[in-house]
């Protein structure tokens, strides 16, 4: 019996990490060592290949007194020109607003769906996600403050509806793309945001 061959063409595997871009560097330094440099995803697509890939641990935000540090759960693999709009983001309107509504920093948030090769809802057919290529994040809920007195809110269930609409706002100035409850059925039960180039640089997505 004759043995088989092994194959001439190499298994599929992530790219390995390479130096961290300038980036990459810079988000680094302003946010701390939990952005780590990502080794590229695997992608049989070019329309899934994530540029300067890194994974978001945790994002240190605030000044030097009031230095913190925000969980994402589960972690997040993000293009780093997107983690850098997310880490802005946070840092500038999320946690000074969780801080205004309820007097408590803000501890996590659950996200979703970073890097997913996959077209739009995941569709059989039509135009591939932005999270195809890490350029989109899905945001669940927040953590606010330490235990035992934590408060968990939830996009779906809409129990703070002053702090969510101010957060989906914040999202539609930050973002290219903004979707949640309401806008359809797939965004039900989450904030969905994303860089997707406009036609104008200000251009912006809403619903």
């Known amino acids: 019996m004759l043995k088989a061959q092994p194959s001439d063409e190499p298994p599929t595997a992530p790219v390995p990490a390479s130096s961290p871009s300038s980036c990459v560097a810079a988000l680094q330094l302003r946010h701390g060592a939990d952005v780590r440099v990502s080794a590229r995803p695997p992608a049989a697509d070019e329309a899934c290949v994530v540029v300067d890939p890194v994974e978001v641990v945790a994002l240190a935000v605030g000044g ?22 997310v880490a802005q983001w946070v840092e500038t309107t999320v946690h000074p607003l969780a801080k205004g509504h309820f007097g408590r920093d803000l501890v996590a948030l659950r996200v979703g769906g970073g890097h997913e090769c996959r077209r739009r809802n995941r569709g059989a057919g039509g135009p591939m996600s932005e999270h195809a290529k890490g350029r989109a994040l899905d945001v669940f809920g927040f953590e606010i403050g ?62």
Do not use: Y
């Open 64 to 85: 030097d007194r009031d230095r913190r540090r925000v969980l994402l759960q589960p972690p997040a693999i993000l293009s780093c020109e997107m983690a850098s709009v």
């Open 146 to 207: 330490e235990a035992p007195d934590r408060l968990s809110v939830s996009v779906r269930s809409g129990d703070q509806p002053n702090f969510l609409a101010a957060i989906r706002q914040s999202a539609c100035g930050a973002f290219a793309t903004t979707l949640g409850p309401g806008s359809d059925a797939a965004h039900a039960d989450h904030l969905h945001v994303d860089i997707k180039a406009r036609n104008s640089p200000t251009g912006r997505f809403c619903q």
